[in-house]
């Protein structure tokens, strides 16, 4: 099979319509259909109704939230906060009256409007910066103060850190995580600013390069939670406007080797996947509950959507 014939065949699998997500993605972002087209509208308003999407949804419950309302967080990773991360990466909006319903629980329990955003974690700020932006909540005061906190709390060197340290780390990405999702009309001086610092600080360790080498980095999961991969740093840095930069090699040199012969990527691993030098540090109170949406090893339209649109941003820098 011609390597032009195998794309054609990726594609193809990526456009079934068993996961509109999927194919509403690839028309966007692989082949370049503007959001307003026929075929497109047609894809994104099957996410709610079949895949991925439908089947979170249906698990939701009256007042909005998966698990149990007592916490919006725990457990992990089937509580309301990690559902909704990964419908906010699936194309949903507060347009879905289940979307705008769960938006509310975060607004009533970690932004209530008279609480100033002062204190947290980049890993909670970061993730609910970008959530709430897909969602569509960019206008909302509260959710530009989340935007102002993760400046504000950026460290000297560009990176950022969950715990006590004078360094950032690679594997606190969230906050570049939410610059990306914003729309380049609405960056302040400010964000502007971090965000150039943010992806310096990432291009300047080649995307991994941080002590000595760390596994779960270089292997691909889904979802990311807030474990960090090369594959999630590829399509941050690219996205932000860095595909043509040489330092990005080697994790592309990788990505590159993960494909399989058919032209698709699967999920190596579902986190947790932490190895003991950073075990401590994430704190995992009682079992987390592994959630994905993919068997590892096997065939990932996830994995291949994103890897292929990292490939694309770098082939046309």
């Given at each position: 099979m011609s390597a032009s014939s195998s794309e054609g065949s990726v594609l193809s699998w990526l456009l079934e319509e068993d996961q509109p997500s999927v194919r509403y993605f690839t028309l966007v972002d692989l082949l370049g259909h503007p959001p307003s087209s026929g075929e497109t509208r047609s894809a994104y308003d099957q996410i709610s109704r079949?895949?991925?999407?439908?089947q979170i949804l249906d698990a939701q419950r009256k007042g909005g939230n998966w698990e149990s309302r007592k916490s919006i967080y725990r457990p992990k990773y089937t509580a309301t906060n990690w559902r909704m991360l990964v419908l906010s990466d699936l194309g949903l909006t507060k347009k879905n009256r289940r979307i705008e319903r769960a938006c509310e629980l975060f607004f009533a329990d970690w932004l209530k409007e008279e609480l100033p955003v002062t204190e947290g974690e980049i890993c909670i700020v970061g993730n609910l910066a970008r959530m709430l932006t897909r969602f569509g909540y960019i206008d909302d005061?509260?959710?530009?103060?989340?935007?102002?906190?993760i400046v504000k709390n950026q460290k000297d060197d560009g990176g950022w850190h969950c715990f006590k340290s004078k360094t950032g780390t690679l594997d606190c990405w969230e906050g570049l995580g939410a610059f990306a999702a914003l729309p380049r009309g609405l960056w302040t001086r400010s964000i502007k600013r971090s965000a150039e610092r943010g992806a310096e600080f990432y291009l300047e360790r080649h995307l991994m390069e941080e002590g000595p080498r760390y596994?779960?980095?270089?292997?691909?999961?889904?979802?990311?939670?807030?474990?960090?991969?090369?594959?999630?740093g590829l399509d941050i840095v690219t996205k932000l406007g860095y595909a043509d930069d040489k330092r990005l090699r080697p994790a592309l040199a990788i990505l590159e080797k993960k494909a399989r012969a058919?032209?698709?990527?699967?999920?190596?691993?579902?986190?947790?996947d932490v190895e003991s030098r950073y075990r401590p540090h994430y704190r995992l109170k009682g079992e987390p509950k592994a959630f994905a949406l993919?068997?590892?090893?096997?065939?990932?339209?996830?994995?291949?959507l994103k890897s292929l649109r990292v490939m694309k941003r770098v082939s046309e820098s």
């Open positions: 079949r895949g991925w999407a439908k005061t509260r959710v530009k103060g989340l935007f102002n906190w596994g779960p980095w270089l292997r691909l999961h889904y979802p990311n939670h807030y474990y960090y991969d090369i594959l999630l058919d032209g698709t990527w699967a999920i190596d691993k579902v986190h947790p993919e068997e590892p090893g096997e065939p990932s339209k996830w994995m291949t």
